[in-house]
């Protein structure tokens, strides 16, 4: 029964151009010999959003028996110079086997996602979603659906310069309801967490 992450880390920004001027003047056959030269000088500091730690989240998880219930917290340190929206894509929308059931059995597992970002300056934001509402077809709203632009997606309103305390957490109560989960040790989901700059 494993889970599968795969982590990419998006940051699209423009760069500033670098804009100089010159003023020159000079004074000929005057009482000075002199030349002022004005140059005024503009830079730009491009953007840059990533995660500090090669691995980080860990790209492979095993989760357990699902039936039982989970909860497993995969902690990520950003590196961030500008404000950040993070979200989260779920292949399956569930943890599923790939096997078809028997009748009276079910092979699929919804469970809980959770992302907590902390920044540099004392800010720090979370949101929860179910699985089924990460994929790319899910109708009901959720802050972390992906993949991450600059408007969407968990908003870290501060940059993050290798701050501890962030964290994918991956959760489920012990399983229960008319419909045991069928047997099986190949429950699988993917993940996929984008991080964009932030409007």
Known sequence: MRKSLAITALFLASAVSATAG?????????????????????????????????????????????????????????????????????????????????AGYGASLDYMITVHAVGSRGVSVSASCAASALTSAATTACALRGPASSTQGLSLPDISLKEPGSYLQLSAPPASGPTPLMASSDYADSLVLTLSPSS
């Open 22 to 102: 010159a003023q020159e003047t000079a004074v000929y056959g005057g009482a000075r010999d002199q030349l002022t030269l004005i140059l005024p000088v503009t830079a730009s500091v491009s953007g840059h959003c990533g995660f500090a730690n090669a691995g980080s989240p860990a790209a492979d998880v095993d989760v357990g028996d699902i039936a039982a219930g989970f909860s497993h917290t995969l902690p990520f340190t950003l590196s961030c110079n500008s404000p950040v929206r993070l979200a989260v894509q779920s292949r399956n929308g569930a943890l599923r086997a790939p096997d078809v059931p028997p």
